[in-house]
Each structure stands twice: as structure tokens, then as C-alpha cells.
């Protein structure tokens, strides 16, 4: 949002024309580029996170203008669900931009080199689950946090987790992630103190229902503190991740 006291400041300094301070009071904090697209270039300001871009289904003339209206305002921005086709046409476009093909994540950012902040642990039961995990460690990055993975600790060997607990009691949020009966998010928040992000996946037999019983199982849980994001949605885990984590960082 405009800082109207600063602005007013920077024009008696002379730091900035009179044309440039009408541009800034216009500003609508969103560009409108047609086909139905509006981009929120303000939703940093609002909520202390760049906006992400849900690719699929997206035609390709408008993602490519998407990725292209960042690039020029030098705004950093994700585009979740990106199939490699997608990225190729916004990398014909847009230099900047690089992809993760198991995340299916393009990634345009322009804040590199910030400091990352406190510490997320992300925990998954499989291998099979490491497509949502990447989703998820991705995008914590992208929004500043420190992240710590930790693969292939299900509660079908459990003392592989049992090794690695007392690390992952070091974080300030945990994402836990699996599918299958999806016991992993209660057994760890019967051991630990932190906030727990469970995110149920698709991974599993006939039964499993494309992840409907993992999902009812989290919701379930007779352990507190475990929070449940939608199946497989590994980014909706870590946006939630990062403003704990945010919070808890800087002491508020």
C-alpha cells in the first residue's frame, strides 16, 4: 500500500516529479491485461507474500503475458501446476524463469538473495510423496523461510523418523506429508511441540480414494495441533507454514 507521508516527503525532496507521484496515487495496485487476467501486483503489500500463479488449465497467451507483466515490473512470482509444455512457452518469453518438472513449479524470482527466515521442517512418509513435498519446499523458499526436508520417514519404519525427530523439533512449523492411511502428521504430533500442517496425498491403493482417505484420517486425528490443508496441495501447506513462521521469526 502507498505510503502517503513518505510520498509527500519524497516530493518536497524533490526525489520524485510530480508526474511520477500521480502515477503512484493512480496506481490500482493491479494491471489488468486483458482476457479476463488481472494481476495483483499489491498482494506483497497486503499480506507480506508475492502471488502465485495457478497454471493449469491456463491458456498459453495469457500465462505467457502473465510471467511477462512480472518480469518487467521486476516482480518475483511462482506459477504452481506448470506443466513443462507451459514453461517452455514462457521461457521463449521470459529469461529468468526456471522450472521443476516433479513440482511442476515455474519460478520467476527476483529476491534471490534475501536472508531466509526461522526454520520449516518438511516431513514425508514416501517417495511417492516427493512431488507435493517439492511443491511445498519450493514455495517456502520462494516466500523466504528456511527450510529442512526429510524423505521417506513413515510410520512403516518408524524409527526412521525417530532418528531425525529430534532435528525436526528444532523447526517452528512442521508440514507433514503422506498418503496411504496418512498416520505420519498424528504420530509426529504426539512428539513434538510445533504446529503441524498435515497435507494428505493421492498416493495409495484403490482404497485410498485418490487421497480422500488421507484426507479424512488427518482431519481425524486424535492428536492437537494438526492442522489439514486440501489433497496434495503442498503449496497451500507451506503459504500457511511461512506466516507461522514469519510470525514466530520476528517475535510477534
Request: aromatic share 6%.
Amino acid at each position: 500500500m502507498i505510503d502517503k507521508k513518505q510520498l509527500i516527503d519524497n516530493i518536497k525532496k524533490g526525489k520524485i516529479s510530480d508526474e511520477e507521484a500521480l502515477e503512484i496515487l493512480n496506481d490500482k495496485g493491479y494491471e489488468d491485461i486483458g482476457d479476463a487476467v488481472k494481476i495483483d501486483f499489491s498482494r506483497k503489500s497486503r499480506r507480506g507474500f508475492p502471488e502465485a500463479i495457478y497454471c493449469a488449465s491456463k491458456d498459453d497467451e495469457s500465462l505467457v503475458r502473465i510471467f511477462e507483466a512480472f518480469a518487467k515490473k521486476k516482480e518475483s512470482v511462482i506459477g504452481t501446476r506448470a506443466s513443462k509444455d507451459q514453461f517452455d512457452l514462457v521461457k521463449a518469453k521470459v529469461d529468468d524463469v526456471t522450472y521443476n518438472e516433479l513440482a511442476r513449479i515455474i519460478s520467476l524470482d527476483f529476491s534471490k538473495e534475501e536472508e531466509k527466515i526461522g526454520e520449516i521442517a518438511i516431513v514425508c512418509a514416501g517417495t511417492s510423496d516427493l512431488p507435493v513435498l517439492l511443491e511445498a519446499e519450493i514455495t517456502a523458499k520462494f516466500l523466504g523461510a528456511r527450510v529442512k526436508t526429510y524423505t521417506d520417514v513413515g510410520v512403516a519404519g518408524i524409527h526412521r523418523l525417530l532418528d531425525k525427530i529430534e532435528d525436526i523439533k528444532k523447526a517452528n512449523v512442521i508440514i507433514a506429508i503422506a498418503g496411504m492411511e496418512a498416520a505420519l502428521a498424528t504420530v509426529l504430533a504426539g512428539l513434538v511441540d510445533k504446529p503441524i500442517i498435515a497435507v494428505p496425498t493421492s498416493v495409495g491403493y484403490g482404497a485410498n480414494l485418490g487421497g480422500i482417505t488421507a484426507l479424512l484420517s488427518m482431519i481425524n486425528s486424535c492428536a492437537e495441533g494438526v492442522s489439514v490443508v486440501n489433497i496434495d496441495n503442498g503449496y497451500g501447506a507451506a503459504y500457511a507454514a511461512c506466516q507461522i513462521n514469519k510470525l514466530i521469526a520476528k517475535g510477534n
